[in-house]
């Protein structure tokens, strides 16, 4: 079964320091990866995907995600944190066992809190 | 329209009083998704419309949920005798290709009481 784990319920990190929220997947065959960030009383909100191409993938509001085959992870990752990042962060894979119907497996979010 | 559109944002019920959940979708959008998330919980998936085809209700909790989309754009999730553990935000979410990224609806906020 295709699932995604964020093992970290939060990340804590100062504004100005580089932060990573971790995603690893359990997936057959090719992944596709997905980041969405949820601010407070706010749906969801698309970062930035891994379909194929560049292991290196970058996204909205200077976010990137780096695509590890051989770990099975899709870490999130910024250089710079910003007090206006912290919000809940959701990793996601396509569920490829139903027929191929582009439903989206998400993690159980993560939430980063920038201090100043 | 310019997003996913969903009302209402807050519906507060009874327990045991059936409840209608509408999205409105992106123009164009032919993947329409519900979503369900609980307090302290991640996305529980619910159910899949993607154009003429039957939808994929494999993510229903139980026989008092329903959802249809008309004309292949606005959908309704109905909830029949409301339970206090259906409290939740249920989100909504549209999609042009298999392989993108969803679009999002603000979510309806639902409090059974």
């Known amino acids: 079964a295709q699932s995604v784990a964020q093992p970290e319920d939060q990340v804590n990190v100062a504004e100005g320091n580089p932060l990573t929220v971790k995603c690893t997947y359990s997936v057959s065959g090719n992944p596709y990866l997905f980041w969405y960030v949820q601010y407070p009383n706010r749906g969801l909100q698309f970062l930035l995907k891994?379909?194929?191409?560049?292991?290196l993938v970058k996204g909205s509001y200077g976010f990137e995600a780096e695509f590890n085959k051989s770990q099975t992870s899709f870490h999130l990752k910024k250089p710079s944190a910003l007090v206006s990042d912290s919000a809940l962060y959701f990793c996601?894979?396509?569920?490829?066992?139903?027929?191929?119907?582009?439903?989206?497996?998400f993690g159980q979010g993560t939430t980063l809190q920038v201090k100043p | 329209g310019a997003g996913v559109s969903q009302s209402p944002s807050n519906k507060v019920t009874e327990k045991g009083k059936d409840v209608e959940l509408r999205c409105d979708p992106i123009s164009g959008h032919t993947a329409l998704y519900w979503y369900r998330q609980s307090l302290g919980q991640g996305l529980e998936f619910l159910i899949y419309?993607?154009?003429?085809?039957?939808?994929?209700k494999s993510g229903l909790p139980s026989d008092r949920f329903s959802a249809e989309r008309t004309g292949g754009s606005v959908s309704t999730l109905t909830i029949q005798r409301t339970q206090q553990e259906d409290s939740a935000v249920y989100l909504c979410?549209?999609?042009?290709?298999?392989?993108?990224?969803?679009?999002f609806g603000s979510g309806t906020r639902l409090t059974v009481v």
């Open positions: 996601a894979v396509r569920d490829k066992g139903t027929g191929n119907t582009g439903k989206l497996i």
């Open positions: 979410a549209s999609s042009l290709e298999r392989a993108g990224g969803y679009t």
């Open positions: 891994y379909i194929t191409g560049d292991n």
């Open positions: 419309f993607q154009g003429n085809s039957a939808p994929d």
